[in-house]
């Protein structure tokens, strides 16, 4: 029995003298740091305050340091109701971020490739050549053929077409004519139908 009442007491003594030894360091902690909160938002208006890092910190040692300041004073009553419920001595703020997108130039476009003018295809020119290269394919080039079969000459009009087209102020058909009157003919005849007359060689020669 007295050994357990002896141990009660050593119990009780190392209690005591732990709480002693605690409660100064509590008590520095709950130091209440409203009175710093308030100096920063009553200087926030100011260009500089000068603030006591022991005092803020509550421990250490004191150390005074200029700092600067570039907020606006904040009115606790015009804190969002958003907010955390807010104490009269540390009122929490929600503090909410504002993104600015600022506008960039436009990436600069490819210049436009220069769109070259079609180039109108030159005029197809009925010259004594092209009419060299008719006659080659109807009548292989003889301006003088008669075969029998009605048609006449290198161009092989028929004797109605060669008189409808002036032939016959050259000679009654056109293989008695010599080969620059029947292109003259031709030529008549071309300006009236084009090449519709000599349809297979027309498409053979590629001719319009």
């Known amino acids: 029995m007295r050994d357990l ?3 009660v007491a050593a119990l009780t003594m190392i209690s005591g ?3 002693g030894l605690l409660a100064p360091l509590a008590a520095r902690s709950a130091t209440a740091i409203a009175p710093q909160t308030q100096r920063l938002l009553a200087a926030a208006s100011e260009a500089t305050v000068t603030l006591d890092r022991g ?4 421990r250490g040692p004191s150390s005074a340091r200029t700092v600067a300041l570039t907020a606006q004073s904040i009115v606790p009553e015009a804190i969002s109701a958003r907010s955390s419920t807010p104490t009269s001595a540390h009122p929490n703020v929600t503090l909410e971020a504002t993104l600015y997108y600022l506008p960039t130039s436009a990436a600069p476009k490819a210049p436009a490739r220069a ?9 197809f020119v009925v010259d004594a050549s092209v009419w060299d290269r008719l006659a080659r394919c109807e009548s292989a080039g ?5 075969s029998g079969n009605g048609y006449y000459g290198g161009l092989q009009f028929d004797v109605a077409t060669w008189s409808a087209y002036g032939g ?3 000679a009654a058909r056109p293989d008695l004519a010599t080969r620059e009157e029947q292109i003259v003919v031709g030529e008549a005849l071309y300006a009236k139908r084009g090449f519709q007359p000599w349809p ?3 498409v053979k ?3 319009p």
């Not at 005092?55 to 509550?58: D, F, P, R």
């Not at 769109?115 to 005029?123: C, D, K, L, N, S």
């Open 5 to 7: 009442l002896r141990r």
């Open 17 to 19: 003298v732990g709480i």
């Open 55 to 58: 005092s803020l910190a509550g």
């Open 115 to 123: 769109v070259a003018a079609a180039t109108p295809a030159a005029p």
């Open 142 to 146: 003889n301006w003088a053929i008669n």
């Open 168 to 170: 016959t102020k050259y």
């Open 200 to 202: 297979s060689c027309r």
């Open 205 to 207: 020669l590629g001719l």
